[in-house]
T-cell receptor
Framework: NAGVTQTPKFQVLKTGQSMTLQCAQDMNHNSMYWYRQDPGMGLRLIYYSASEGTTDKGEVPNGYNVSRLNKREFSLRLESAAPSQTSVYFC????????????FGSGTQLSVL | AQSVTQLDSQVPVFEEAPVELRCNYSSSVSVYLFWYVQYPNQGLQLLLKYLSGSTLVKGINGFEAEFNKSQTSFHLRKPSVHISDTAEYFCAEVHGGYQKVTFGTGTKLQVIP
């Protein structure tokens, strides 16, 4: 019963490097989300996907791109990492057929030097 | 625009004392409200939710919250806290029919022995 799986758990990048954060859910949820968590700022929505094939910007999309590869997978890409993108990133999926709750992955701690 | 306000960034309270964590949401005709808890170095877990119906909602671990439409509030309460309740608590909202789930900035509850 995996739920939401995020990889990697930790990553250190140099300014200007690129990387992709992977997320997969096995609960057949239509909606998926990427958040970043910073001290004192709570969780801020980067991008979300209401269904396979659709993506929309959240509160802080600049510097990020996303791909909803299929119903299970929703990846987040940093094309040219900046120190301001140092954060903890959470992927989530949402049960819109029942509880409406979000199921979260365990997070990715990203440091950009 | 959706917005969630958590008025207190930190709340210290003695063990076995009552606690209230405050949350105000943006006014809307239809809104779903949630409280999530994050224990150190973990992802977020759902504590309770309000979708419709009774305005007093009971959640896990003895927490409850009351939906107050006139005051646009959804405060979280527990009559007697335990050391294990030390965590960060997030209020979240989503407007019915929409996809964005917006979080407050979080309240750190510190239970003092």
């Amino acid at each position: 019963n995996a739920g939401v799986t995020q990889t990697p758990k930790f990553q250190v990048l140099k300014t200007g490097q690129s990387m992709t954060l992977q997320c997969a859910q096995d609960m057949n949820h239509n909606s998926m989300y990427w958040y970043r968590q910073d001290p004192g700022m709570g969780l801020r929505l980067i991008y979300y996907s209401a269904s396979e094939g659709t993506t929309d910007k959240g509160e802080v999309p600049n510097g990020y791109n996303v791909s909803r590869l299929n119903k299970r997978e929703f990846s987040l890409r940093l094309e040219s990492a900046a120190p301001s993108q140092t954060s903890v990133y959470f992927c989530a999926s949402r049960d819109r057929e029942g509880s409406e709750k979000l199921f979260f992955g365990s997070g990715t701690q990203l440091s950009v030097l | 625009a959706q917005s969630v306000t958590q008025l207190d960034s930190q709340v210290p309270v003695f063990e076995e004392a009552p606690v209230e964590l405050r949350c105000n949401y943006s006014s809307s005709v239809s809104v779903y409200l949630f409280w999530y808890v994050q224990y150190p170095n973990q992802g977020l877990q759902l504590l309770l939710k309000y979708l419709s119906g009774s305005t007093l909602v009971k959640g896990i671990n003895g927490f409850e919250a009351e939906f107050n439409k006139s005051q646009t509030s959804f405060h979280l309460r527990k009559p007697s806290v335990h050391i294990s309740d030390t965590a960060e608590y997030f209020c979240a909202e989503v407007h019915g029919g929409y996809q964005k789930v917006t979080f407050g900035t979080g309240t750190k509850l510190q239970v003092i022995p």
